[in-house]
């Protein structure tokens, strides 16, 4: 078992959701905490929460706004987050949002802003703390991928791209890393009951009425609670898994395709229409 206890994680997307989760498991388990997030109201109640823990009194917790799309701002992250911690054990990668919609509904702009968080993000926060992280004496990457890192429905062009990206990207470099102190791990969540869905971007074609109705849609299957899903992926991490799959949902889609790679989708989109 990896021990956690007196390590130090930074954990992006911390402000609500999984990356909220993910901290307060790390925190119980006396981790200290470095957190960003662009919601700075949201992220200080939530470094406010895991302080004001009894496990947590000996912790060190410190918060940053932080949008991971903004490459000067990673790259200035290191040493604000040094100069709190003085170390950097783990790095989770969490940060993310959603963009529905067909590839012909959606606009280039949009496809570029999710890639900017959810991919180049992730690659991004990687380059800044890798320096960092081989001064460990054992260190961890934790890459958030998705469902839609395992599978590709119809309707999620951009979000897929992004996470099978995530996905191919912490394996190749997984397989970089073999012979060093840095673990890879990347983790694919099924329906976590996150705002997400609620928060994603529509194409400026539809109605109002036809965006709330695919919002709904698409929240309606998610209903793991985020810090169920935080501590399975942290249990995940203590056991230095590669590969964490959070969820029923995940775990059957997964089987699914490796069963039917090519045709997984005339099964599992029966469901969906259902």
Known sequence: MLKLAGRTAVVTGAAGGIGRGIALALARRGCH??????????????TAEIAGQESARSLRVSHYRLDVANRAA?????????????AVDILVNNAGV???????????????WLLGINFWGVVQ?????????????????????????LIAP????????SKFAVRGFSESLRHELADTRIGVTVV???????????????????SDDEAAKRRTFFDSFLTMPP???????????????????VGSD??????VERLMPVNYWKWLGRGGKK
Do not use: W
């Open 250 to 255: 995940a775990k059957y889609a997964e089987l």
């Open 188 to 206: 694919h969540p099924g329906g976590i009951a996150t705002s997400i869905a609620k928060n994603a971007r529509m194409p400026a074609s539809l």
């Open 154 to 161: 119809p309707g999620q062009t951009a979000y897929a791209a």
């Open 74 to 86: 990673v790259a200035a992250l290191p040493a604000q987050m040094m100069a709190a911690h003085g």
């Open 33 to 46: 905490v470095a957190l960003a997030d662009i919601d700075e109201a949201a992220l200080a109640r939530t």
């Open 227 to 245: 810090e169920t899903a935080g501590e399975i992926i942290v249990r995940g991490v203590e056991r230095r898994k590669a590969r964490i799959l």
């Open 125 to 149: 926060m990687t380059r800044a703390f890798l320096p960092l992280l081989s001064n460990s004496e054992e260190a961890r990457i934790v890459n958030v991928s998705s469902l839609f890192g």
């Open 98 to 112: 959603a963009l529905g919609g067909t590839f012909l509904e959606i606009a280039e702009s949009d496809f570029d």
